[in-house]
């Protein structure tokens, strides 16, 4: 019998439950994966316009647009680019915010292309400043800024633009340029109105909120995007939206669609119906309300510094200095079977990021709670003790809102 | 957009993982489910063969056994009928212990079959007691006992039957009658060791340690047992060992088998090999032995009286008088997700069990006790707080062993 | 890169599809396979009660009665035994056929438990005489005769006997004996109307025409039936009929249902629904009548010689004498990856079955056709080419009408 | 029990298995849909680098490559995307031939991106001339075409590049452009050698040979490639080779790959080595033999003229003049439930496609045979019958050597 005993685990963490508590890719309901796991079908064929057509009025929903919505086989990053490439001309002057790891991989992608970028640093502790923008775009007189780019939900840093308030600042300096709004990381997540609060180009992708493997991105746009489109000027064939919507009239795409990702597609926008999108939006609320609480009594800090800033989908922690976030989430992982995101770029190691985002309730935060606490302890990072029963406790009573920010 | 908020649920906690925290069914990993997730094949041909004759194999390695097992497609219930009517015939003596749900079923089973039951109460906090054991066997002078037939782990109490301490005893009564143990719930979690504690005929199942979907059970047999089939009397057919082994001895079965949780047998049998059985057994012991911290920690009872007889599988809690267990529980599930155990028979209203076997680890745990000690405040059933975080705390060192049995 | 060239097959024919033209197990469609790779529920909670009781409703009808129906985690020789053990008393006279190799093990069975079994021969080439039924019943004047047991479709021969017309002779015989019949291999592919019909216990299982994986059995049965289960001597727990429907009542079984089948024969229902029962009868006659064609063109005979009592779900082929049909069907699982049905018993060697039952189609069909014909000229067994084409040409045709039975 | 009489279709023949009989996508095996069915994992974590870094040695071997690879999650037409923006500058000079649909839109493509696209009509029923290319490189001399480019096998007319040959002849020209190859709908169906035939760029996507859902795409590139892109001045980004190389070391990527798509490309790549790469190929050079004989004995003429060029992939047909391909392949899926690939653009409606490529074997061809020689018989397009029968009697024989080209 000896050959069967060839586990060689010390204590076996690693059974049960992987969980993923990253802020992306998130955990997949089981009937989203079983809606993607079926057989490929024609896609010239009438089965498939009637999927794709239902789609577009889906994913306009939870973008909350009567606009166009544009679907690409690729991961958000594409659909980024496909903003740039459809809406401007080398040379452009764009404002955008380094403001995290996230926004400065934009910034990069902008430069890649010619655009002529002013970059305003945040500290990656902030998000945009809607004055700031208010200020520049005053001072545009001669319209050199074509767009405004910004992350409405920093993954890296847990903090969130307030889309509103920027808008609000664009229109009282009366000035022309786009508002490019990323919400890779808030779509489905954190409430928003992609028609409501003017956004040109809004840009998402499938494995966050929506609970679906990676690979598949979205662009949606206004009317005012696609009359920008029409004399942009970078090369452009993948990410056409032209291109798109010639083939999108009919059901159809110019290429091969992920055609188990768009019946996964389907299964989450149902998903998100039945519960009622802001109800959605009111459990992340809470999620991240209880994440804060027990970071708080922690005595640890979060990156984000302004109270109106915070991410409901992700809560980014700062270990204390001298201190290796890194080898914390190591532990995590091999003795919890729990995976945390990481700090990126300037906070390589110096956080730890708590995904809370998509397919998530409070018992898996409770989980997240216990395992950030008792990793903290095994890594001898100075902290608190108590906090996941902080958290917890909200949990129990049920009534997060005198916390909420 | 206004039929897409179908939403109705209120606060959202049904979104996120449901918590099975059963003691069975329970979680059954991706990788099983993937493994049944196949096409049937041919259950008479060789491909199907090798599958099957690889099973007897794991399946062996599993009781701890060199002899014979049968599989049958069925609940674990069809194997307990199984072990009766292949070895005893009507009239026959069998010694019995009402120490729970599943031993009460055991003997209303017996009783229906003509045996001769003697019956001895246990009061459903402990399991049987070995020293009576050997005074009733010492007693029975003329072997009238056929057959002493307990449960291993009573999964309805969180009690544990001593084997080795009862097949001692019978030993020292020097007395020929059979050993049927019923391992259902703690196969896969808690050291069973059929050959060397002497066991002749161990009842088992798909839908606990196994990890399984229910449907498939198991008999391990004893020479011995095999010998008493020969002249038992009760007739049978579909559990009919002797059937079986004959289209067994070329891998098959005398009627079509349950082809596609086989395959997922195939799987279980594999991880439980990677983990290592051993470890697996460790790994239960330190979930028990956290689940019962908390329980002290909550100034509540365990059904389970002594301290030797703890289940590492299943923890069953009373509630104090006058509160109401199923309330209790009904609130945990809609507010967290989460579904535990609840009270049979005698103990119907009166406790809940917190399932931590199989595919169970230490944040799914965590998550249990977190959302227990949330629905007991809920409930408003009395407890001392903190329970929850005592475990936790355990978790945190690493260490259990001080606090184990 | 050598490593890489590992495949050893010569031919290649493994790849593709496995087409498995078997009478049972069937083809599993994916929506099913799906429907079962669902994480387990409380099988004593609300979520499953709606299943189950919904369940209890769509299975009547596959059946067509208004009456009970119980539903056992087993194989389909479960259900026989159940049938059995619910309704008979040792030294019960029944009437039984010898009409193929699961008429045979059925008889086994009830002798097993000691019934008084009147068995008759019919050659295995067709099925029970009704006229003989008659004679037999009115033969027997005092009653001896307490059941008669019938296989509607002998999955063995593809005979099917003439329930309608066996409930006939009972009648005109006027004799209270029971009418039990084995519905496993016709249930949602042949006709079969349970009250209608008079039938007093319907057996039948999933993974033949209700296209799931095996391990789920099914009893329909008539009030007197019920009425004699009150006074049946036969010992029974597994599959007693009076704690099952205490359970079954709100929804529950009285130990571990096999809830992820429970899941596919939900998602099987759907499908029978949506396609309509009656659509799904001209379609396995259709399939039934253009293998038969295929046969006659071959200038082989099939083991059925009533043109009456052919099966539209399986079909067995005679091969000339002095040539071995499993040397063939060895050939066709090699060569064309396609599993075919054996011969059983006294057919062993003699016959082989195609099975085109459940999930089956046209070019399905096409397929099993061609890969058999091929197979007969690379066995070397005498026949006219072209009786795959003819099929085919009855399938471009579209008009089955003139050929059928 | 009248609602579930549901069903209104009339024949039912959408029942069964879909023939999924395109050029793509194909079938899924089973084994890849479970494999793809699994939970996310961390991307930037130690098991997803240790799955990422075998993929690239497996993608290796199937180019037949020691050289660098790229996987992108999008669709092939982003890999001739990331071909075009990696290695040319605006205004560069290429060869191309439009030989087919695919063809057709990479020209379109390039020219977008401001190449000076030097385009050769081949009249879209034979392969780019390697003659032809010879005389245009010798021209020349200035070295203003900076590559040629070909598709490999033009899934649009079921045509085959001679590859080797247009290596030759661009060697014999002594002429240093580049050698781009979409080899799309040839991996892992047809031969292909990278390295031996001196291919600068491979493009290669997840849906056709390698069984995958779409949403994966391939550039296998030569060093040489990879020199030019150090000075290549189109703009890029997500297809930027540098910045997948930078992240790919580690076994990492830049942005979220395809997870789930990844996990399924392992499973593709063990079926291919199973099967042993060159015997994957001699079963499609057999499917595709079976498919040109029965096309040529039903009277029809395929679109491919040249006997060199035929692609054993897919088969395209021409229908006769004055007759509807579309209205054939329309009856063809609602008859048969089976999906033949249409004609696109300059063969719109004039012929159609069979797929026989990936996951294909002899009897889902004789499947597609059958349902298509009903299908012209129903659609009342002149053949001559018994094509169907043809190709099956080469599957009997076994033996198609002396029908290849």
Redesign the interface.
Known sequence: ?DT?????????????????Q?P?????P?RI?????????????EDFAELALGLFD?V??VF?TRGEVFM???????AW?AAIVNTLS?GDGVLMFDSGQFSYLWI??AK???LNVDVVDTNWRCGPDPEMIATKLADDKSHDIKAVMVVHNETSTGVTARIEEIRAAMNSANHPALLFVDTISSLGCMDYRHDEWGVDVSIG?S?KGLML???LSFNAVSEKAVEASKTAK?????W?WQWMRENNATGFF????????LYGLRESISML????????F??HH?LGTIARAAVEAWGLDTVCENPKEHSNSVTAVLVPAGHDADAFRKIV?E?????LG?GLNRYAGKIFRIGHMG??????L???L??V??GL??AGIPHIS?G??VG?SL??S?NTDSKAA
């Not at 110019?254 to 990702?261: D, G, N, V």
């Not at 397919?359 to 898996?364: E, I, R, T, V, W």
């Open positions: 019998m069967f005993y060839t586990g060689t685990s010390e204590g076996s963490h690693r059974a049960g439950w992987h969980f993923l990253l992306g890719p998130t955990n997949i089981q994966l079983n809606a993607t796991a079926v057989p490929a079908i024609d896609h010239r064929g889906g306009r929903k909350k690409f086989p690729s991961s958000g990053t594409g680019e080398p990069e992608m890649r292309f010619g992708g494995q493997p990676p690979g970078m090369p452009r064939c993948y056409d110019p290429y091969t669609p992920a055609i188990q990702l119906g039945e519960e009622g999108l802001e109800n959605v009111k459990r809470r992982l003795k919890f079977n729990m995976a990481g397919h998530c309730n409070d018992l898996m409770a989980s997240s216990t395992g606490e008792a302890s095994d108590g996941a029963r917890q949990m129990a049920g």
